[in-house]
DNA sequence: ATGAAAGCGCTAACAA
DNA sequence: TTGTTAGCGCTTTCAT
């Protein structure tokens, strides 16, 4: 059979509770002692079985993210693959979940995992971190989690961002500062907070250079690689186009590419297009996009080690467990200075 | 605190034991007993610990998909998503874990997954399915697995597979009957089981048509988007290019379609591009990309199956425990019949 | 700083 | 068909 605390405890000489503690990195231990324990579990190649403590205590050492899924975006991939990482090395064990809030029902599934796992914790990818109800559900059940890019109630948990208005300022500041006058944007779906942010901050860069937005030009989206199809069909198709679009996801932006394609309008040299996200679209997209690249995966893996601090689950949820990333423009080939006018 | 089975037990009036029984559908319970359990169950919302039960018998009720990872394709992601929804469905829950065996210690990382949880069962995925030590590893610490795809040794473990020859000849063969002659191919990632037998059904078609095929035209690829772009500028640069090419996979067919466009050639009326897996790539494309699909969900959920199965632990691997499931041919707009020579 | 005893919630083995 | 008893492997509480 496997390994138990009692044979290391045994073999030790000591009792199984000092196996425990030193399991458990308490203090009370002394150092030789410590060392020890350490050489035995070493050679006995000793896991703790984690039902063993779940049940005796309260932590399961097991941690969920939930994802709304729809689209399997490589932006939902490279969450995932940040929190897998970095619930390892901390000792967790990360179970994936997927939660369809427009299936009736859904609330039985959250609680099955919850309450059947015993989980520590939960980490919300948009847009179910913005679903009143699940919030709600999730604090009924006592389980701590941390919402990414929520754009709302910053105090409700703990959060992870990075500055969506800001980065969507950047990169229309970009297609700008490239001489572009004549700029069109399709935004994303209408209930993910991150919408009318980069709304937003488009808008703003806009008003800052003193350049007027066309109705037109503004296009409803859906952050799907077909609504940017559409949007680009409606600027681009039109006799007065833009010569350059900013989409508000890489999906769409490669949908407004195939547009262009379609009515036989060269990138960038038609028109420049421009995304965000950075997904692996951007990069397979020809010609390549310029585009905003959120840290994805530091992201999950910061919601991650929010989670195992034990001053999370304690106190009311205080500013410190904000945490605001990084993002970087990425110029590729998809954007350059607009075509003068013949 | 949360409702345990004594809770139950107490306000049906009979012993835990038998709460117990009506929980795992065992026999030997009164069919009026029965009810008036499941009535207290659903009253009291009622769900089991999973660590309790864990602890106290054999199974743990956690089932792991094991991903090598690296190119976080639609391919993966489809898969994950099966294998989640029918563990759900049979009450497991679903670890998802990423296992590089390029990396050492991931000997460590297997067993703390395997002991650490207690797991009841392991998927795995190409190209770990053919890792001999991660195969020997499992088998050591005695956890039944299935493999997806593993194109050998079928006798060594439960699998599930597509006819990956087939597929390639049948697609071969559609291009054939559009008027092709002229066809090129791009291999898979050599490790792959997928490659040789992709590679075979391409050639079997090709020689059942009576047509040559060119050294120069069939070219070394990686499933990648950029080992397809290097492929197609291979093929498409020279001044002899095949009118047709199959590519393994939808992500070095889409490489293709981008080295086509660079090189001025219009898909299909130039060259028609085919890929393989029906990846979500294959309709963000523009055409349309043709390509097999692989029913990839099913594949996981009958794997997921598979595990739960009571008879599958036990015996000797047997012919029973290897399924072929359907794939099928999608015909989108990017083949068409050879343009006529001028 | 360390240990003994009790118990977490469930199921296996046995008894009735 | 149903119940009783004894753990599963760990952590908790309370001693020492």
């Given at each position: 059979m496997a390994v138990t605390i009692k044979d290391v405890a045994e073999r030790a000489g000591v009792s199984t509770k000092t196996v425990s503690r030193v399991m458990n990195g308490e203090l009370h231990v002394r150092q030789s002692v410590r060392e020890a324990v350490l050489q035995i579990v070493a050679e006995l190649d000793y896991r703790p079985n984690i039902h063993a403590r779940g049940l005796s205590s309260a932590r399961s050492y097991l941690l969920a993210i939930f994802f709304d899924d729809p689209a399997w975006s490589g932006y939902a991939a490279e969450m995932q693959r940040g929190a897998l990482m970095r619930a390892r090395a901390r000792h967790y064990h990360l179970v994936v979940e997927q939660l369809d809030v427009g299936v009736s029902g859904w609330e039985e599934d959250l609680a099955a995992s919850v309450q059947g796992l015993r989980l520590d914790g939960a980490i919300l990818t948009p847009p179910l971190c913005q679903h009143p109800q699940v919030l709600a559900?999730?604090?009924?059940?006592?389980?701590?989690?941390?919402r990414i890019s929520p754009g709302q109630e910053p105090g409700r948990s703990g959060l992870i961002e990075i500055d969506e208005a800001g980065a969507a300022r950047d990169i229309t500041r970009y297609l700008i500062e490239l001489g572009h006058r004549d700029i069109g944007f399709v935004e994303g779906i209408a209930h993910h907070a991150?919408?009318?942010?980069?709304?937003?901050?488009?808008?703003?860069?806009?008003?800052?250079?003193?350049?007027?937005?066309?109705?037109?030009?503004?296009?409803?989206g859906d952050f799907t690689f077909l609504g940017g199809l559409h949007a680009g069909e409606a600027m681009l198709g039109s006799d007065v186009r833009p010569t350059a679009i900013f989409a508000s996801n890489d999906d769409m932006a490669l949908g407004l590419s195939v547009a262009a394609a379609k009515l036989g309008l060269a990138i960038p040299t038609d028109v420049s297009i421009a995304g965000f996200d950075d997904a692996p679209t951007a990069r397979i997209a020809w010609p390549p996009m310029t585009t905003i690249r959120q840290p994805v995966g530091e992201m999950a893996a910061a919601a991650v080690d929010m989670l195992v601090e034990p001053g999370y689950r304690a106190g009311p949820v205080d500013?410190?467990?904000?945490?605001?990333?990084?993002?970087?423009?990425?110029?590729?080939e998809s954007t350059s200075a607009p075509k003068l006018e013949p």
């Amino acid at each position: 059979m496997a390994v138990t605390i009692k044979d290391v405890a045994e073999r030790a000489g000591v009792s199984t509770k000092t196996v425990s503690r030193v399991m458990n990195g308490e203090l009370h231990v002394r150092q030789s002692v410590r060392e020890a324990v350490l050489q035995i579990v070493a050679e006995l190649d000793y896991r703790p079985n984690i039902h063993a403590r779940g049940l005796s205590s309260a932590r399961s050492y097991l941690l969920a993210i939930f994802f709304d899924d729809p689209a399997w975006s490589g932006y939902a991939a490279e969450m995932q693959r940040g929190a897998l990482m970095r619930a390892r090395a901390r000792h967790y064990h990360l179970v994936v979940e997927q939660l369809d809030v427009g299936v009736s029902g859904w609330e039985e599934d959250l609680a099955a995992s919850v309450q059947g796992l015993r989980l520590d914790g939960a980490i919300l990818t948009p847009p179910l971190c913005q679903h009143p109800q699940v919030l709600a559900r999730l604090e009924a059940l006592g389980l701590p989690y941390v919402r990414i890019s929520p754009g709302q109630e910053p105090g409700r948990s703990g959060l992870i961002e990075i500055d969506e208005a800001g980065a969507a300022r950047d990169i229309t500041r970009y297609l700008i500062e490239l001489g572009h006058r004549d700029i069109g944007f399709v935004e994303g779906i209408a209930h993910h907070a991150a919408t009318p942010e980069r709304r937003k901050g488009f808008l703003t860069a806009m008003a800052e250079a003193g350049l007027a937005v066309r109705d037109a030009w503004m296009q409803p989206g859906d952050f799907t690689f077909l609504g940017g199809l559409h949007a680009g069909e409606a600027m681009l198709g039109s006799d007065v186009r833009p010569t350059a679009i900013f989409a508000s996801n890489d999906d769409m932006a490669l949908g407004l590419s195939v547009a262009a394609a379609k009515l036989g309008l060269a990138i960038p040299t038609d028109v420049s297009i421009a995304g965000f996200d950075d997904a692996p679209t951007a990069r397979i997209a020809w010609p390549p996009m310029t585009t905003i690249r959120q840290p994805v995966g530091e992201m999950a893996a910061a919601a991650v080690d929010m989670l195992v601090e034990p001053g999370y689950r304690a106190g009311p949820v205080d500013a410190g467990f904000a945490r605001r990333l990084d993002h970087a423009l990425i110029v590729r080939e998809s954007t350059s200075a607009p075509k003068l006018e013949p």
